[in-house]
C-alpha cells in the first residue's frame, strides 16, 4: 500500500521568512496530494491540494510543487505570520481508491 | 452553508464497552470518511460509506463499524474497546459524483479516551 513520509518532523522559523515541509510517496499510482493544517484541538484543515497533472499551485502566501519522476511534493509558505503556527500535515491519493494516506505531520512554529 | 459536526467531542470509556460517534456532513457532500489520529499521529484510514454502504475500509478490524443514513449523516461504533482505542475520531465529508473522491473537509472530531 502507498507510504508517505514526512520531513521535518519539527520547524521553527523567525516571523518572516519562509518554511519549507517535504513528502515523498511510494505509490506510482497516487495522482492527488493535499495539505492540511491542524491547529490544537481542532480537526484538520484542507489549505492547499495538487493533482499530478499540474506540477504547481499557488495560493496567495502558499505554494505546493509535485515531482512526479521522483515521487515528492513540498509546501512551501511564504512571509510566515504567527498564525501560522500549526501541525501540518501531507497526504496522498490514487484514483479510483478512498483511502488517503497522511504523513506523520510537521510541527511549525513561527518565532515573533 | 454548515461545515462537518461531530459529537461528543470528548468522552471516557472503560475497556470492553461500546462506543458510538455521530458525524452530520457538510450540506451539499455524499461521502464519509472516518479516520483515528492517535496522538502525535497523522489520521489512519479506517473506512468511508457512500450510498449507505461501506466503501473502503483500512487495516481495522471488524468491532470497527459504521453506517450512513439517507441524509449522509454517519455513525461509527466501536465494540469491546481496547486501551489502543484511545485516539481523536476524525470525520470528513465529501462529494463524490461518478469516480474519485472529491477533496475531503474533516470535522473537529470526538475525543475518546479508553480507561
Known sequence: ?112 | ETGVTQSPTHLIKTRGQQVTLRCSSQSGHNTVSWYQQALGQGPQFIFQYYREEENGRGNFPPRFSGLQFPNYSSELNVNALELDDSALYLCASSFRPRGNTGELFFGEGSRLTVL
Open chain 1, 1 to 112: 500500500g502507498e507510504n508517505v513520509e514526512q520531513h521535518p518532523s519539527t520547524l521553527s522559523v523567525q516571523e518572516g521568512d519562509s518554511a519549507v515541509i517535504k513528502c515523498t510517496y511510494s505509490d506510482s499510482a497516487s495522482n492527488y496530494f493535499p495539505w492540511y493544517k491542524q491547529e490544537l484541538g481542532k480537526g484538520p484543515q484542507l489549505i492547499i491540494d495538487i493533482r499530478s497533472n499540474v506540477g504547481e499551485k499557488k495560493d496567495q502566501r502558499i505554494a505546493v510543487t509535485l515531482n512526479k519522476t521522483a515521487k515528492h511534493f513540498s509546501l512551501h509558505i511564504t512571509e510566515t505570520q504567527p498564525e501560522d503556527s500549526a501541525v501540518y500535515f501531507c497526504a496522498a491519493r490514487a484514483f479510483g481508491n478512498e483511502k488517503l494516506t497522511f504523513g506523520t505531520g510537521t510541527r511549525l512554529t513561527i518565532i515573533p
